[in-house]
């Protein structure tokens, strides 16, 4: 029996593992995020190991042939090495090759032509290709210096809101119960001592909770949904300021804050959809099925 491919989308609070190839899928598996860390590519190759092995299992097999990874985090050779490296020693397949979770979402997108990848998850990046086949980007600092548009983006301004609600800087917001209910806080108190402890996948666990609110009225919620959706779309129309004029640019959105389901989903293609250079695609783009065909070609 021939050993199937395996193609892995690796996000902060996400791993998402296809098995088989592009044409058909054999077995798929969702597990924790493993995001590289420097220093920490043997406890992100475990968590991704696991996952792979669920999937494996579901196709009925027990090891691949060639296991690409796209993982956030990876965009340095030293991250990608490392990462390699604790991955072969999990015997998961034959061959390793890991690449950014953009870079196979922009394979599964669209192949090898051109075209533009925006991605908010825990944190966001545009990632472009344009026809001669150059990498372009734009945004994806980190959680302290940028990630506009973004999961923790959008938690940080809702712990923001609530806190200037509290002092009657701005207006009270559905956000303040929401966010205590969602921390198990008691009281502002409680929410406050949340806050000095939470990590970046922890604020950004917030997002989903503040889209709903906005989605049910909250002006300080839209608010804040709004200026998420114009930092990504503005994102997106400087890096196709760098595109040939002339052709309309392919443009798909990825991430768990731009899944079929959000709002923030059709708030960004409805601002990109008024733009005559670009060309958003509605159809929800499987990451993993771009590391299938990048497995399949080596």
Known sequence: MTLPLIGADVGGSKTAVSVGDAANVRGRALGPGGAVRPGRAIASAATIAETVRKALAAA??????????????????????ELEQALR??????RVRVTTDIEIALTAAFGEGPGIVVVAGTGSVVLGRDPEGRMLRRGGYGWQMGDEGSGYAIGRAALGAVSRAQDGRSPETALTPVLMEVTRS???????????SAGPAEVAALAPHVLHTAERGDLVAQGIADYAARELSALVLRLADEFPTGERVGVALMGGML?????LRS???????TEPALRPLATVVDATLGALMQAAKL
Not at 89 to 94: I, P, S
Not at 186 to 196: E, H, T
Not at 259 to 263: F, K, Q, T, W
């Open 60 to 81: 009925g097999s027990s090891r691949g042939s060639v296991l690409v990874v796209g993982a956030a985090g990876a965009g340095r050779e030293s991250e990608r090495m």
């Open 89 to 94: 020693t999990e015997a998961l397949a034959d």
């Open 186 to 196: 008691l009281d502002f108190g409680a929410l406050v001592r949340w806050a000095a």
């Open 259 to 263: 899944a079929e389901e959000r709002s």
């Open 267 to 273: 708030a960004v293609l409805e601002k990109l959809g």
